[in-house]
């Protein structure tokens, strides 16, 4: 397991939110929620093994969403949390499910931002192999090119795309190859849903090319009592794109539900 950089934000007496990031990025994706949440809710976002100021792990056994989520609960532990708001895009959203499927008491609300429940098919799986051939032998750059145009709404400000730009410039390519079996790998979850009972926002960007509207649309319908929000003008990086939209969504979601949900 590894100990994760996290930064923390708002009163440690506070109903905490732990913001996982998707792949390749890192804590930083999530700076505009932690401004707008931070006077009503701990909001803890790490960097997970490998990403950003966190420290990379042994690859000698392949790792899991699973082993992304221990990380997180380790986290939780160190912090005397017992049970959180997890808010995860995309592969956050994976580990988020994770955590579902491992350690369910620990889990309050679930936000489910930008990511999907079924598992990768075979041209998937294919791609990702042929994505960790492109970053052993070039690096990060050309799978920055290549995902840039893919993560983000046509209309992103040049502000947001250099900073997207960034972080996947700045993930080691070892982090990438350890992660891209992981996802690759991970189990589908679309059978699993209907036992999610905690409240859970689902929210996507209504330009999402990686996890469209129709799998949000799944998850929806899916998981009892699930709500979705469909935030304009954005694609895979809704909280990035449109933080005000994305941020209200998440607030009117957390106030509806706090009661009961106070930790
Ligand atoms: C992410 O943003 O985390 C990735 O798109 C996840 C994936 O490739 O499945």
């Known amino acids: 397991m590894a100990q994760l950089f996290f930064v923390e934000r708002g009163d440690a007496?506070?109903?905490?939110?732990?913001?996982?990031?998707?792949?390749?990025?890192?804590?930083?994706?999530?700076?505009?929620?932690?401004?707008?949440?931070?006077?009503?809710?701990?909001?803890?976002?790490?960097?997970?093994?490998?990403?950003?100021?966190?420290?990379?792990?042994?690859?000698?056994?392949p790792w899991t969403m699973d082993d992304f989520a221990e990380d997180v609960v380790r986290l939780l532990d160190g912090l005397g949390i017992a049970r959180a708001t997890v808010c995860g895009l995309s592969m956050g959203g994976y580990i988020a499910f994770a955590l579902w499927r491992n350690h369910r008491a620990r889990l309050s609300r679930l936000i489910l931002a930008n990511t999907k429940a079924q598992g990768d098919s075979e041209q998937a799986k294919a791609n990702r192999r042929r994505q960790a051939e492109l970053v052993r032998t070039q690096g990060m750059r050309p799978l920055a090119d290549e995902m840039l145009p893919k993560l983000l709404a046509p209309s992103a400000s040049l502000h947001v795309v250099e900073a997207v730009r960034a972080m996947i410039e700045h993930t080691p390519v070892e982090t990438v190859l350890a992660t891209l079996p992981a996802l690759a790998e991970r189990p589908d979850m679309s059978r699993a849903l209907g036992a999610i009972n905690v409240p859970t926002l689902i929210l996507v960007g209504d330009q999402d090319a990686i996890s469209p509207v129709s799998e949000a649309q799944f998850m929806q319908a899916h998981i009892p009592n699930a709500r979705l929000v469909v935030i304009p003008n954005a694609g895979h990086l809704s909280p990035m794109e449109q933080p005000a939209a994305f941020n209200q969504a998440v607030l009117a979601f957390l106030s509806e539900t706090d009661a009961g949900n106070a930790s």
């Open 13 to 61: 007496s506070a109903p905490p939110i732990v913001f996982l990031h998707g792949f390749p990025f890192d804590h930083t994706m999530w700076q505009a929620q932690l401004e707008a949440l931070s006077s009503r809710y701990r909001c803890i976002a790490p960097d997970l093994r490998g990403y950003g100021r966190s420290p990379m792990l042994s690859t000698t056994k």
